[in-house]
């Protein structure tokens, strides 16, 4: 297990050399987008509103705070990841649609999303779930925000981060997934715990 | 006191309860959890445990809400028939969720079915949801106030099995939510399951399950064990916190059950977060209230 810092923009060699396991923290540019985000991007052709190329997702619905006396300008008050999962059926588009280097989420993802971090060099990470309140302390800024329409926790966040971390990298470049191989093992080992259970399940006369 | 300024006074408990049980988890998770940190050996999860307290720690500090999720306000309500303020209680605790949602701030979490729009105020259609229980002879209310995130809700499901499926249909169903669903619903989780004859009835009594505090057993005997193997069974996993692989997999398995049909055998399945955020208030008639999760705290 190594551990990395990593600038945006990324570039492919910075994350070529990580492996599932490895600790990574990011400098530099990030947006949030979960489901509607990528509902508009990759399902209805919408054109992302930033530049994410060499830049960092992060599957999150943040709590934000407008600023009382400048409107337009908010603070981060608990921003923690959401279940990656969900976007498993248009991350692959997502990333070729917009050059994204880096995913942060929680939990894992599937082989569709596997393949494209295979294909265009990205890599996937988690932030420990829950962890909302030590993740806002990471954010520097709140550059701006794009379809607020959305809601707060759809919206498209901009954000600047630093030392933002531990992130565990769940998918690497090369085919390699922490959280399908966990489940492989988590489902073998399901099957001898029901056996046990199951030889004290006798109630009825 | 009268009337009108009683429900200005459950207004403003109920609003800074909720506030506070956004930030603070309650006495049982906290030990419980201290407990499966203390057992932990592996670096990738201590790297977690590490960061969950240290979250905690935050957010009590700075207080904001601990998760960003704070989740659809639900209200278990033991209500007694001679509360003074049982013919409002469902409006008061609506403008106690408004309230709440501005001074915390909590996360604007309801989205209207088919409008598919935020409502902006953590309130709409039957939101927050209560669930009622009436008690007799008592001027006296206990709330219990649950904050329902989305990632662990979506384990959540009910199934009627057949009774020839049998107890061993029951834990089968349990351990495949749980390992294909339950690893990305922040871990280490809580499992609650309902036993009855038909799917309302099991997934309302899985939810209620998770209310109980950690630690007590359910009233028939070999419920409890059932619990205890269960318990054991899926911590075998070694799910760990956050998915991540570890000692343990759960913070404790509750079962509620009803009379089922002689022909059909329900399970409901409900899963709590790490983060349980769940507060139990008691409220008297002139409303003095005391908190009975959270030892020690001053909303």
């Known amino acids: 297990m190594k551990t990395k810092v990593l600038n945006t923009p990324i570039r492919d060699e ?7 396991g490895d600790m990574i923290y990011l400098n530099g540019y990030m947006v949030t987008g979960r489901d509607d985000v990528h509902q508009r991007v990759v399902l209805g052709g919408k054109k992302l509103p930033v530049d994410l190329r060499g830049g960092a997702l992060f599957h999150a619905g943040p709590i934000m705070r407008e600023r009382d006396k400048e409107p337009g300008r908010y603070d981060v008050i608990s921003i923690g990841p959401t279940t990656s999962m969900r976007m498993e059926s248009t991350e692959d588009a997502f990333m070729a649609a917009t050059g994204v280097k880096l995913i942060v989420g929680k939990g894992g993802m599937g082989d569709r999303t596997n393949e494209g971090c295979k294909a265009n060099k990205v890599i996937h990470a988690v932030f420990p779930g829950g962890c909302a309140v030590l993740a806002a302390g990471q954010v520097e800024e709140v550059l701006g925000v794009d379809w607020l329409d959305l809601g707060m926790p759809e919206a498209l966040w901009q954000l600047r981060v630093a030392q ?4 565990i ?8 997934n922490l959280f399908e191989r966990n489940k492989k093992i988590f489902n073998e080992k399901k099957e001898s715990a029901i056996a046990e259970i199951n030889t004290h399940l006798h109630y009825h006369e | 006191m009268n009337h009108a300024e009683k429900a200005s006074k459950f207004i403003d408990i109920m609003a800074r309860f909720t506030d506070y049980s956004s930030k603070h988890l ?8 201290r407990e499966m940190r203390s057992e932990e050996d592996s670096d990738m999860a201590n790297i977690f445990y590490d960061a969950m307290f240290e979250d905690l720690r935050l957010a009590h500090e700075l207080s904001r809400p601990c998760c960003q999720d704070t989740g659809m306000l639900q209200f278990f309500v033991q209500v007694g028939t001679r509360f003074p303020l049982i013919d409002e209680l469902s409006e008061l605790l609506r403008e106690s969720v408004i309230r709440a949602t501005r001074t915390a701030p909590l996360r604007h979490n309801v989205v209207e079915v088919f409008d598919e729009k935020n409502t902006g105020t953590n309130v709409g259609t039957h939101i927050p949801w209560i669930d009622w229980e009436i008690i007799p002879d008592s001027d006296e209310v206990k709330i219990y106030v649950y904050m329902a995130g989305g990632g662990c809700s979506l384990p959540g499901a009910a199934q009627v099995l057949m009774p020839l499926e049998g107890y061993e249909g029951i834990v089968r169903f349990v351990f495949d939510r749980i390992t294909s669903y339950g690893i990305n619903a922040c871990p280490p989780l809580f499992v609650g399951i ?3 004859g038909s799917a309302e009835v099991a997934a309302k009594l899985s939810k209620k399950a998770l209310l109980r505090p950690i630690g007590s057993v359910n009233p028939n005997a070999k419920g409890a064990e059932l619990e205890m193997r269960i318990a054991n069974g899926l911590n075998a996993i070694g799910i760990g916190p956050g998915g991540i692989s570890g ?12 009379g089922r049909h002689p022909a059909t055998l329900a399970v409901g399945l409900s899963t709590g977060c790490w983060a349980h955020r769940r507060g139990l208030i008691r ?12 030892k020690g705290a001053t909303i």
Request: proline share 4%; glycine share 8%; no cysteine.
């Open chain 2, 194 to 196: 309902g036993i009855a």
């Open chain 2, 247 to 258: 000692k343990s997999s759960v913070l404790g398995v509750h079962i509620e059950q009803a």
């Open chain 1, 14 to 20: 910075d994350i070529l050399d990580l492996t599932i």
């Open chain 2, 26 to 33: 309650p006495d049982d998770i906290l030990l419980r959890l």
């Open chain 2, 283 to 294: 409220i008297d008639s002139e409303i003095n209230y005391e908190i009975l999760t959270h």
């Open chain 1, 164 to 167: 933002f971390g531990p992130l």
């Open chain 1, 169 to 176: 990298v769940t998918i690497d470049t090369k085919g390699n």
